[in-house]
């Protein structure tokens, strides 16, 4: 069993930027990828980014985040990041990190575990 926490979300103007953190405890980190999901009201959760589970693993994003967001892990402190740069209002949502056995992908029912989630608003 894992047990994920994010935090570092808040309120931040276009084109700024902020640093998630996804903190795990309860099993071994970095047997598991991890994933970045978001969701904005009303809209369906959507896959941001995910990353392997080694350290340097391999990073996978979706377009519409690519060349803004970077995702990294600290498996020795068990922590998951998204770098989050150059942000739109568009990017506003509760952004949730997961965790999976499988190799990383944009599926959310591969993934076993999630966090409370930790809102980013992105004002214009």
């Known amino acids: 069993q894992v047990q994920l926490v994010e935090s570092g979300g808040g309120l931040v103007q276009a084109g700024g930027s902020l640093r998630l953190s996804c903190a795990a405890s309860?099993?071994?980190?970095?047997?598991?990828?991890m994933g970045w999901f978001r969701q904005a009201p009303g809209r369906e959760r959507e896959f941001v980014g995910a990353?392997?589970?080694?350290?340097?693993?391999?990073?996978y994003y979706a377009d519409s985040v690519k060349g803004r967001f970077t995702i990294s892990r600290d498996n020795a402190k068990n922590t998951v990041f998204v770098q989050m740069n150059s942000l739109k209002p568009e990017d506003t949502a509760v952004y949730y990190c997961?965790?999976?056995?499988?190799?990383?992908?944009?599926?959310?029912?591969?993934?076993?575990?999630w966090g409370q989630g930790t809102q980013v608003t992105v004002s214009s």
């Open positions: 990353i392997s589970a080694w350290s340097g693993g391999s990073t």
């Open positions: 997961a965790a999976s056995v499988y190799p990383p992908t944009s599926s959310s029912g591969l993934y076993d575990y």
């Open positions: 309860g099993s071994t980190f970095g047997s598991y990828a």
